[in-house]
Every structure is written in structure tokens, then in C-alpha cells.
């Protein structure tokens, strides 16, 4: 499945492919945020919880993204624990 989505999103030609791995997640970030619009992060919990960022600027705005913030935005980023189970009583 990885390979089919790697061959689906290169279709977009991003510039650079990065990988990270932190706070128990994991993930890839499609593009460079000084060469390509949109730059795209998918990251994967311990359980394989997908989430999806994509950065951007609005045309014709003078605000420029850079690889600071959107690392930022990655470290920020914590799993969630389950919700604990109902115990019923009866």
C-alpha cells in the first residue's frame, strides 16, 4: 500500500521527500516549503492513525512559509491516548 500511495503522490513532482520520527509518531513531508506549494505532512501514530497537514500561502501574499514552522507544527504534535473502555455493571 505505501508503495502504491508513493507512486500516486510522486505524480505531483515534489521537490524533496523528508521523513521524521518524533514524539511516537511518524511520517513524511512531501515537498520543500522554499520550492513547492503546497507542502503536505502525513504522520502515523504507534496504531497507525493517519493525520494530514497541508501548508500553504495564499496566492499573491507576501507571507512565506519555511521548514522552521512546519517543523515546529511536527513537534508539537503528540499522540492521543485511547479512550478508556466502557465498563458496563450490571
Request: aromatic share 10%; net charge neutral; no cysteine.
Amino acid at each position: 500500500m505505501l508503495l502504491d500511495f508513493k507512486a500516486v503522490e510522486l505524480l505531483r513532482h515534489p521537490s524533496v521527500i523528508y521523513f521524521f520520527n518524533a514524539n511516537g509518531l511518524r511520517g513524511f513531508q512531501l515537498g520543500d516549503p522554499a520550492k513547492d506549494s503546497p507542502v503536505e505532512v502525513r504522520g502515523f501514530d504507534e496504531m497507525d492513525h493517519e493525520f494530514r497537514f497541508m501548508f500553504s500561502t495564499q496566492r499573491g501574499s507576501n507571507k512565506k512559509l519555511n521548514q522552521p514552522d512546519i517543523n515546529e507544527v511536527i513537534g508539537s504534535l503528540r499522540p492521543q491516548d485511547p479512550p478508556d473502555k466502557a465498563v458496563s455493571k450490571r
